[in-house]
T-cell receptor, first 111, second 108 residues
Framework: ETGVTQSPTHLIKTRGQQVTLRCSSQ?????VSWYQQALGQGPQFIFQ???????GRGNFPPRFSGLQFPNYSSELNVNALELDDSALYLC??????????FGQGTRLTVV | GIQVEQSPPDLILQEGANSTLRCNFS?????LQWFHQNPWGQLINLFY???GTKQNGRLSATTVATERYSLLYISSSQTTDSGVYFC??????????FGTGTSLTVIP
């Protein structure tokens, strides 16, 4: 049990729709990061939030956006869904510079 | 970004055997973690080991940061050890770069 929870666990959306994924960080952690994991691949960094500000972004288009709230929970929003967005989305929380802990993931299927 | 290579990509072992998984990385790092991904997708923390050696039961890990590699040792493997093992390295920004993983299958 990592203390990092994600919702929902599974989701099916239609191409062109928008989706919001949620992550509740572990108590005491001020940094949250999001990753996309395609089938058979390692997770790819999407972006990171530190104290409610975006603090680094990977090679993902602007239709991937996020928020971090004062309680350090976080959202990942994806607009104009494409079939290639189908993946496992993972959230990680940490105290900056220390061990990171991952949630159980949200499996998104775009049809 | 930092390149991470894991080897071997696939490993099949008889229960009770030992194994060594390797992670090479292309640049200096501030963070290195080993994870076991369960069949439901969750990444389970095994070791936080930017340098040095740690042991936890049948598992141990060593990171030689100056030579840019880390090793994960699994002794007396069990069927429950099956799954994908990831090495993830982090730079100063806490962004993780993952390898493509080692898929381990332990046969009874």
């Amino acid at each position: 049990e990592t203390g990092v929870t994600q919702s929902p666990t599974h989701l099916i959306k239609t191409r062109g729709q928008q989706v919001t994924l949620r992550c509740s960080s572990q108590s005491g952690h001020n940094t949250v990061s999001w990753y996309q994991q395609a089938l058979g691949q390692g997770p790819q960094f999407i972006f990171q939030y530190y104290r409610e500000e975006e603090n680094g972004r990977g090679n993902f288009p602007p239709r991937f956006s996020g928020l971090q709230f004062p309680n350090y929970s976080s959202e990942l929003n994806v607009n104009a869904l494409e079939l290639d967005d189908s993946a496992l989305y993972l959230c990680a929380s940490s105290q900056t510079g220390y061990e990171a802990f991952f949630g159980q993931g949200t499996r998104l299927t775009v049809v | 970004g930092i390149q991470v290579e894991q080897s071997p990509p696939d490993l099949i072992l008889q229960e009770g055997a030992n194994s060594t998984l390797r992670c090479n990385f292309s640049d200096s790092v501030n963070n290195l973690q080993w994870f076991h991904q369960n069949p439901w997708g969750q990444l389970i923390n095994l070791f936080y080991i930017p340098s040095g050696t740690k042991q936890n039961g049948r598992l141990s890990a060593t990171t030689v940061a100056t030579e840019r590699y880390s090793l994960l040792y699994i002794s007396s493997s069990q069927t429950t050890d099956s799954g994908v093992y990831f090495c993830a390295v982090g730079d100063t920004g806490n962004q993780f770069y993952f390898g493509t993983g080692t898929s381990l299958t332990v046969i009874p």
